[in-house]
């Protein structure tokens, strides 16, 4: 645990440092955008909070209708992926106080809200934490498949929509990611013993 947040603040230190080419690309993914994919976009960063409550929600139903203790256990790592994701997030935002790029650079177009400090992206972190812990819980192609490219596309909607900088964005999906991994780890050492290790082979490997 110690590892992936001192890997994290390192990372964060050297991104944030990297100013102009943060704004580069920001200014040519906002400012130089195709504004008829606004309206994609938008429903995409929308689509962050929605999918990572639908997910859990799904398996959790799932699990009590099926009366499947497994898929209901999935479904309670899932949520804590997605509770060390927000806290860890929340953390480093109010740390270390960033403003939004629209609030800096005033050519930068904002095209949705964003209110708490920018650094790192919440709507990232979310997304990657979901689509990780979706991953490590039913580890198959068109479950990874689809889950990443809806994570890598929320990501890149808040640089479109002028409310993130690439560097909130990278680091945002490397804590959510990181909170995935963090939490499948904490399942291993909690269910550790051979009788449970045994009936979730998928879940563990």
Known sequence: MRLVFLLVLFL????????NADIDWLQATN???NQNLDPTLSAITNSASV?????PA???G???ITKDSLIKRKGFYIVGSMAISASTTLAMKYSINRDRPFKTYNFIDKQTDGGTPSFPSGHTSNAFATATAMTFAFPKWYVAAPAFAWASAVGYSRMHLGVHYPS?????AAVGAGSAWLGHWLNQRLFQGKRIHEKLPQFFH
């Open 12 to 19: 964060s230190n050297g991104i944030l440092r990297s100013q």
């Open 31 to 33: 400012v130089h955008r």
């Open 51 to 55: 999918v990572s409550m639908i997910c």
């Open 58 to 60: 799904s398996v959790f």
């Open 62 to 64: 799932f699990g009590f």
């Open 168 to 172: 909130d964005v990278i680091v945002g």
